[in-house]
């Protein structure tokens, strides 16, 4: 049903439909109200399950681990810092290949200290193995959520679905709460394959010989590429069910003919979409709305890519030394294309800095300039800063 | 579109203020968007929240820079630098005080109406609060929603004595301002989606 809702009480029912069994979270900040708002429901009886409120977002991480190897269908929510206290963690519930769903609504990383918005957190584990699915807007957060339990049992990967804190998870507006009979239908009861039995004991985790690590290794890497094809698959039958599509891997909007492609990942997509409309640019620009970063699609960005002239990659996070996160992935799959497009990449954003619709001409800038493919801060105010650090 | 950006203090449930607007225009089947500009929240620090109303699926998710409406739950927030920032020339201001409104509109040199919204909430409900006399007053004023759907929302938002005296509040406060006296700033703009 259609409602006015807040992003995080959005996603807190989309999870209480899942039926999970286990939530464990951290109940203060960096925390958001989604476990809050599950906390509630449980407290209202009208979701049962063991909440468990731990004293970090460590224990958090580990007791949905323990839950889902002990047969539960498990939950956890966090962000920003918590996400990094997290990190040990997140390796070992891939590594153990158990599926665990989480949100991360993605805020800035301290020090400086900030609370608001860009995706430093879920990037910086980009690396832990697990998938991460990206949302342009309340809506997706909901239905990947949903998505996100099918895609993990079904590979027996975890999945984090990333909505970027406060401009998704505190902004209201409408959005379509499934039923349960949809849900349930979608995502049946689930036994996990390698669930915990004293009867029939097995070791997970353990140590593993150079002889073998390697393939341990590959095998997950494996498992996370095979993960497309499911990722594709749970989009396809969620809109069979609702009617609604979250975007799959990626999903490319605007002209045919363009030459010119913006890809971006998130919210920021919905203030692009205006400003084409708002401010038309001279040439025609597609849109390319990356929502799986891990894995990532690389073939189909190629094949998305491959009559452009010119990709601007726009990322809310940076990796510093090195320069855009997402523009090194794109310009990296890209080059196998006989005739690459030139990549540019920036980030804007950070640490909640407001992206307005006038970022479109910016970005289209790049295009008149010389080629260079070097990263910049494009909302960056260098008169801010003293000289020698310009 | 309709844009509107709701200043205030934190306390005065401004992010509340926000998402009721947002309700109202969901409730009368249009598409509302509100999301607070959280900063380090604490009482009586000013604090202000974005509100976007339209007939089209709202995509952007960017600060409300060129407001058509500002609704100021305290009126010394009117001296503060960045208040009034990018309010459209015809814009209007909706304001929480005890002063008349032609002495504001002199002193601000805009369209100014006056309401001493926290006289009359601490009046009916007992606690200064300004927001939802503030919210009859603006629908009353811009017609843009009305006051039923204001009364729907509060329904859904608080129970029992809390709601009564809100909605007694609302139906009070609604009296004091003129009715659908800024209607011509709510034409929409001409573009195909907000």
Redesign the interface.
Known sequence: MLQ?L?GSQAVAQAVALCRPQVIAAYPITPQTHIVENISKLVADGQLHCEFVSVESEFSAASVVLGAALAGSRAYTATSSQGIILMAEVLFNISGMRVPIVMTCANRAISSPLS??NDQQDSMSVRDAGWIQLYCADNQEAVDSTIQAYRIAERTELPVMVCMDG???T?????IDIPTQKQVDKYLPPYQFSRTLDPRHPITLGTLVSPDFYTEARHSHHQALLNAQAEIVAADQEWFTLSGRRSGGLLTVEGPEQAKVAILSIG??I??L???L??IPPAQPVKLIKLRSFRPFPADMLRAACQNLDDVIVLERALSPGSGGIVGVEVLSALAELPNPPRVHSFAAGLGGR????EILPRLLKVLSEPTDHRFRLIDLELEKLPIEDR | MIEIRVHGRGGQGNVVAAYLLAMAAFEENRYGQAFPNFGAERRGAPVMAFVRIANKPIQRRNQVLTPAFLIIQDQALLQVPGVMDGLLPEGKILVNSSLSSSVLANKLGRDVISLPAAALAKQILGRPVPNTALLAAFFTLSGILSLESLAKVLSKRFKGPVLEKNLLLIEQAAKEVPANVWQTVQEEKHVTSA
């Open positions: 006015a807040e609370i608001w406060f401009t998704l505190h902004t209201l507006e409408g919210s920021v919905g203030t979409r205006s400003a409309e708002e407001d992206i307005p619709l």
